[in-house]
Structure formats: structure tokens, C-alpha cells
Nanobody
Framework: QVQLVESGGGLVQAGGSLRLSCAAS????????MGWFRQAPGKGRRYVAS????????SYADSVKGRFTISRDNAKNTVYLQMNSLKPEDTAVYYC??????????????WGQGTQVTVSS
């Protein structure tokens, strides 16, 4: 069982930065790949970024590549999403999720409750 709690969302002006955190409970965090997703109003949930269990491998959606950075601290059971050069189209509820494998299968079986990010123009 893994419980995920996101934090760090808020209101920021375009061009600004935010860092999201996702704190995990449970002993399996360090053995799981993790992902960030987002859901804008009226749209489906979309993939943002992912990281394998060791943190050595990361992947990003084209829309955030070069602006967002995913990282993790297994000693703190936390995964982060550093978001720079934010745009109004980044406005969404951001969710973290735990993958069923260490390498990142794309099968996410635990989800957080989400944190709102609003970027004003």
C-alpha cells in the first residue's frame, strides 16, 4: 500500500516557478518508478514526467521538456517536480502516481489527490 500526498501548488505569474512535492508513505517507494500527471479544466489527465526507482532515468512530455525537472529523494520518500518558465497553459491539477514497477511500465496503481497550479498571464 502506498499513499501519496502532493503539495506546493499555487498561483504564479507567467514566467515564474513552482516546485511540487509528493510525499509517499509505505516501504515500497524506493522500488517504484514515479510519475507526474496533470488535468486541465475540461480535459483528460495527461502525462507530464516520470522517473525510475533509482532516479537515474527520467522522461518528459514534449510540452514541458526543458522547463520542468523531475527528481526524487528516496531517503525522504519524496518525488519533486520543479517547474520553471511557467505558461498559462500549464494551469491544471497536478497528480503524482506510483508505477507498479521500478523501471516505469506506465501502469500506475496509486495516485495522490492532486494539487492545483494556476498560472496567470
Amino acid at each position: 500500500q502506498v499513499q501519496l500526498v502532493e503539495s506546493g501548488g499555487g498561483l504564479v505569474q507567467a514566467g515564474g516557478s513552482l516546485r511540487l512535492s509528493c510525499a509517499a508513505s509505505g516501504r515500497s517507494f524506493s522500488t517504484r518508478a514515479m510519475g507526474w500527471f496533470r488535468q486541465a479544466p475540461g480535459k483528460g489527465r495527461r502525462y507530464v514526467a516520470s522517473i525510475n526507482s533509482s532516479g537515474a532515468l527520467t522522461s518528459y512530455a514534449d510540452s514541458v521538456k526543458g522547463r520542468f525537472t523531475i527528481s526524487r529523494d528516496n531517503a525522504k520518500n519524496t518525488v519533486y517536480l520543479q517547474m520553471n518558465s511557467l505558461k498559462p497553459e500549464d494551469t491544471a491539477v497536478y497528480y503524482c502516481a506510483a508505477d507498479a514497477t521500478s523501471y516505469g511500465s506506465g501502469r500506475y496503481d496509486y495516485w495522490g489527490q492532486g494539487t492545483q497550479v494556476t498560472v496567470s498571464s
